[in-house]
């Protein structure tokens, strides 16, 4: 019998109608002949009551009991759908984190997957049942509880896929597939059949919301190829597999966008690799993910380092660089009211103009850019916050991305 693991966000479960809803998907699939493994969600709301929640009690609550806490909202879609499962007829069983054998490493509510031992969940397939995983969470080998951060659900789907040897991979979700920009900001913005792993990387960490790009990483490693499709309804989605030469014949796949974004600038440092190492290690102690680097020197040997991360993290990014500014004689400035804005397209590779007609476009329309990074696949420009949805809609305009394959 194929094997397939979809994955159900909180959209998706967010009410008992939708839970049936659920429900009778996977009952057909497996009146169609498959074993199913579903991962499920929290309902949609729940997570953030339960941080409400722990912040009316504590300013700061201890991360090892919010993930004591934010693991239950999982648990309670698992063993409702897993009730609505069996309501109809269908055998099912729910696991927790720690019960489907997925074992984690790093810091609390930041976990990361290390590796999974599925004997529960074979077991229960063995028995002829759909098994309903709680996403979102594992277990250190010591035994706390570990939640996986923002996505992690998409991760925990993948990575199950990939440890029970599944024949697909569904990630189920509120919009049926990846589209060309944002629908929400760009309009006439089209959905697109397939990706490369590489593609979605770029543009799941360029503010795609569609999947966390850490699913996306495991996804490529291993090798599983899956698709971004509704829950909602029965349209075909869109695929995201390896790398094959007919998509280097599109040059721009997608604009992405990421609000809430800030600028730090530690000037006057010494202009060595050394000073580079020392506020970039500061930030990763501090596990702060940062994003576009620009370095400038000048003639007397003294230099800036410039970088880009979430505004949410600006306040940790001062604390952890505040030690280094006497030693170093520096001084940090900030800037927030930012996002940045990514062209993205395996076809770059081979194909010069790219840039040019992205800042043209930007420049006819007035809008002011700020930092720059590329990669083989991505041009990424900082603008002002106020401008983003305007610069996105010119960029997918000038590449003509609402009509057809850019070649």
Not at 62 to 89: F, H, K, N, T, Y
Not at 144 to 152: A, C, F, K, Q, V
Not at 175 to 181: A, L
Not at 290 to 299: G, R
Request: net charge negative; charged share 20%.
């Amino acid at each position: 019998m194929p094997l397939i693991v979809q994955k159900y966000g909180g959209t998706s479960v967010g009410s008992i109608d939708r839970i049936r809803n659920v429900a009778s998907r996977i009952k057909k699939l497996r009146d169609e002949g498959n074993q199913v493994v579903a991962v499920v969600s929290a309902m949609g709301g729940v997570t953030d009551k339960l941080i409400g929640m722990a912040n009316e009690l504590n300013d700061t609550p201890p991360e090892r009991e919010l993930d004591v806490l934010l693991s239950s909202g999982e648990q309670q879609s698992i063993a409702l759908l897993s009730m609505a499962l069996e309501g109809m007829g269908v055998p099912a069983a729910s696991v927790t984190g720690r019960q489907a054998g997925i074992f984690t490493t790093g810091s609390h509510t930041r976990g990361r997957i290390d590796k999974i031992e599925p004997n529960m969940v074979h077991g229960f397939l063995d028995e002829g049942r759909v098994v309903i995983v709680a996403g979102f969470q594992g277990i250190t080998e010591d035994g706390h509880i570990h939640t996986l951060g923002r996505g992690g659900s998409d991760l925990t789907a993948i990575a199950v896929a990939a440890a029970i040897n599944a024949d697909l991979c569904q990630i189920l979700t509120d919009v049926d597939g990846v589209y060309t920009s944002d629908p929400r900001v760009v309009k006439d913005a089209r959905k697109l059949p397939e990706l490369s792993y590489d593609e979605m990387l770029e543009m799941a960490s360029s503010g795609s919301k569609v999947m966390q790009s850490r699913s996306v990483e495991f996804a490529k490693k291993f090798g599983v190829v899956f698709e971004v499709r509704s829950s909602l309804n029965d349209n075909p989605g869109t695929i995201i597999t390896e790398e094959h030469p007919d998509m280097e014949a599109v040059v721009i796949r997608g604009v992405s966008i990421e609000r809430s974004q800030a600028r730090v600038t530690v000037q006057n440092i010494p202009d060595d690799a050394k000073s580079a190492a020392q506020i970039l290690g500061a930030l990763s102690e501090a596990e702060i993910n940062i994003d576009m680097i620009v370095a400038n020197s000048s003639q007397d040997g003294r230099g800036r380092l410039s970088f880009t991360m979430h505004t949410n993290d600006l306040g940790r990014a001062q604390a952890a660089l505040q030690p280094l500014l006497g030693p170093l004689n520096a001084t940090v400035e900030t800037e927030a009211g930012l996002a940045k804005l990514s062209t993205v397209g395996i076809g770059m590779r081979s194909h010069s103009g790219v840039a040019a007609k992205m800042f043209e476009a930007l420049a006819e329309a007035n809008i002011k850019t700020g930092m720059i990074s590329t990669s083989e696949i991505k041009i990424a420009v900082t603008v002002e916050e106020t401008q983003i949805e305007e610069a996105a809609r010119v960029v997918h305009t000038a590449f003509k991305l609402e009509s057809k394959p850019c070649a």
